[in-house]
């Protein structure tokens, strides 16, 4: 079935970096647009990031623009989200998303001094 494994959250000083990593298993991996979305305490999750599929395009919320990068490696049936210059808004549970509906555990990620 379709398992979706994220990691690299963690606690970081705001202007730190950090990349997420999304091990993705039980389709083929190079054949799906996939994303990340956060979600904040007390907020809805909402759509950080894209990747289409054969292209590569990519899309960003503009809250991330010039930040994050999204990538993926169809090799490694991984994803991944490098996030620099991060703030204190940044703050939240990152997932992994391959449609239609599937979604990972997600992993935490805290920006704080």
């Known amino acids: 079935q379709v398992q979706l494994v994220e990691s690299g959250g963690g606690l970081v000083q705001p202007g730190g970096s950090l990349r997420l990593s999304c091990v993705a298993s039980?389709?083929?991996?190079?054949?799906?647009?996939m994303s990340w979305y956060r979600q904040a305490p007390g907020k809805e999750r909402e759509l950080v990031a894209v990747?289409?599929?054969?292209?590569?395009?990519?899309n960003y919320a503009d809250s991330v623009k010039g930040r994050f990068t999204i990538s993926r490696d169809n090799t490694k049936n991984t994803l991944y989200l490098q996030m620099n210059s991060l703030k204190p808004e940044d703050t939240a549970v990152y997932y992994c998303?391959?449609?239609?509906?599937?979604w990972g555990q997600g992993t935490q990620v805290t920006v704080s001094s």
């Open positions: 998303y391959r449609p239609i509906d599937y």
């Open positions: 039980g389709f083929t991996f190079s054949s799906y647009a």
């Open positions: 990747i289409r599929s054969v292209s590569g395009r990519t």
